[in-house]
């Protein structure tokens, strides 16, 4: 993780720093004014900002975390302040900060915070993985329909639909090449490799297929071959 350290008070700034150096964490050059906060944070987008709310400049630590949270709702902010009343509770709570500290304190509050947000970052980050694969894995098809790659197995609005493995086959083949015409001949050697094929074989499993799922899911091209029906873009 990379973590911004944003104190106006250079003393305990540097030990924060080198107590995260310490712990393995990178850390970017201290930051003592909120509008360097602000730069820094778009420019080098940190994971976690730990952020003093009074600050050398007239931006306070508060209005800096408000704005970088706004443009980057991805970075964590922790507060690091003295002030305990509602009204700065209030504001870390608007914020959207992950975290906050009362000064003085431990290391060990720092850190276990850190590890925290560390945890939830990796939660985060696989759940996008599986989200990307799901996405990948699930080919979106006519009028509610969707075929699930990996599983070979069709849906229509989260029931999934038995049409029998020759037709699954047929669904798949025609799946991976989504874009494309599959011709008859491919599909009749790819069905019947023990070379029993026929034209007649074909259509009366197309014809099985739309009977139970959709008239228009598999389109004939032009007596050339024949097509899955993805789902309208737009």
């Avoid at 991805?74 to 690091?80: S, T």
């Avoid at 329909?145 to 639909?161: A, D, P, T, V």
């Avoid at 069905?191 to 598999?218: C, D, F, V, Y």
Wanted: charged residues 25%; aromatic residues 6%.
């Amino acid at each position: 993780m990379q973590i911004l350290i944003v104190e106006d008070e250079l003393i305990p700034a540097n030990y924060l720093k080198k107590v995260l150096l310490a712990e393995g964490y990178d850390v970017l050059p201290i930051v003592d004014k909120g509008s360097v906060a602000i730069c820094v944070a778009k420019e080098k987008k940190p994971d976690i900002i730990l952020m003093d709310v009074m600050l050398k400049d007239r931006i306070s630590g508060c209005d800096a975390a408000l704005e970088i949270s706004q443009e980057n709702p991805q970075i964590r902010i922790v507060f690091l302040t003295a002030f305990s009343d509602q009204e700065m509770i209030d504001f870390a709570v608007k914020s959207k900060a992950f975290a906050y500290l009362l000064k003085p304190y431990r290391d060990k509050e720092i850190l276990a915070t850190l590890a925290l947000a560390k945890a939830e970052m990796q939660k985060h980050t696989t759940s996008q993985n599986i989200l990307v694969d799901e996405e990948k894995n699930i080919l979106q098809l006519m009028d509610g329909y969707s075929f699930h790659k990996e599983e070979k197995r069709l849906f229509r609005l989260q029931n999934e639909i038995s049409c029998g493995p020759k037709a699954i086959k047929l669904i798949a083949l025609l799946c991976e090449h989504q874009n494309y015409t599959v011709s008859t001949d491919d599909i009749l050697e790819i069905l019947w490799p023990e070379g029993n094929a026929s034209q007649q074989k074909l259509r009366s499993l197309i014809h099985r297929i739309r009977e139970q799922t959709h008239q228009g899911l598999i389109v004939n091209v032009n007596k050339l071959g024949y097509k899955i029906e993805l789902k309208a873009q737009g």
